[in-house]
């Protein structure tokens, strides 16, 4: 199993089509045997995980039958989603980074789906990590959740051990995710669970009940290509 996340930013002029990408490019994506599974997500502003939407970044994200060693450098994106959606990223002189990704271990679901499976763990595996994780907010705690993640989110950008994030999702303020990327599970692990704020958060959406769905996934990261923002976050990391 391959599972892949591109970032795709879109020159400012070209905005609004990247809001027909949205709609238009789930066919082909729909139609392609490889892939098993995909989401097409919007960006929070600047990247980051916020409400406020980015509208010229946004992201696909797909699980696909194929193995990260036959993924050669470009064109990726042709490799992965097809010659329609290269052709289109090429055409809006779009900047594009993509991280091919193996799962390592996860639990919850998404859309009432297990994508990544069920991968047994690898306990003995201390590189990079990535972590993505994402959730439907429900309509009545949505106030509650925005009140309280900017202080966590605020927290990562300067955690020991942190190397990059974008926030994620599928449905602007309901369907959110956060992707991020660590330094090893130890510094991860230090911010998710002794970070105050952070802490306060996993305690509340338990005790509250603020989603109706989550997911939790760690990834080992395999190769990346391309930049975003003038640079590869990984460069020389992999």
């Known amino acids: 199993m391959l599972v892949t996340l591109t ?19 789930r066919f082909p994506l729909w139609l392609n045997e490889n892939i098993s599974f995909y989401k097409l997500l919007g960006c929070g502003k600047s990247g ?5 939407p980015d509208w010229q970044q946004w992201g696909i994200l797909t699980v696909q ?3 990260a060693n036959s993924i050669h450098q470009q064109p990726v994106i042709a490799l992965l989603y097809g010659a329609f959606i290269n052709k289109w990223f090429r055409f809006f002189k779009c900047e ?11 639990h919850g679901k998404w859309d009432n789906k297990e994508p990544f499976g069920q ?3 690898q306990p003995e595996y201390n590189g990079l990590i990535a972590v993505l994780t994402r959730a439907t907010i429900r309509l009545s705690k949505l106030k509650a959740f925005w009140q309280n993640v900017a202080a966590a989110a605020n927290d990562m950008a300067s955690a020991p051990g942190f190397i ?3 926030g994620i999702g599928e449905l602007p303020y309901v369907k ?3 992707f991020s990327i660590w330094n090893n599970t130890a510094d991860m692990k230090a911010f998710a669970y002794n970070t105050h ?5 996993i305690q509340k959406t338990r005790k509250e009940k603020w989603y109706s769905e989550d997911m939790f996934v760690r990834f080992k990261p395999v190769k990346t290509f391309g930049t975003l923002n003038g640079s590869d976050p990984l460069e020389g990391k992999l």
Do not use: C
């Open 7 to 25: 970032i795709i930013r879109y020159p400012k002029r070209y905005t609004w089509f990247a809001l027909v990408a949205m709609a238009i490019h």
């Open 48 to 52: 980051s995980f916020d409400k406020h």
């Open 65 to 67: 039958n194929k193995e």
């Open 96 to 106: 594009t980074w993509t991280i091919l990704l193996q799962p390592l271990e996860g």
């Open 119 to 121: 991968p047994v763990k």
């Open 164 to 166: 990059t994030s974008v």
């Open 176 to 178: 959110q995710a956060t």
């Open 197 to 201: 704020n952070h802490k306060k958060i």
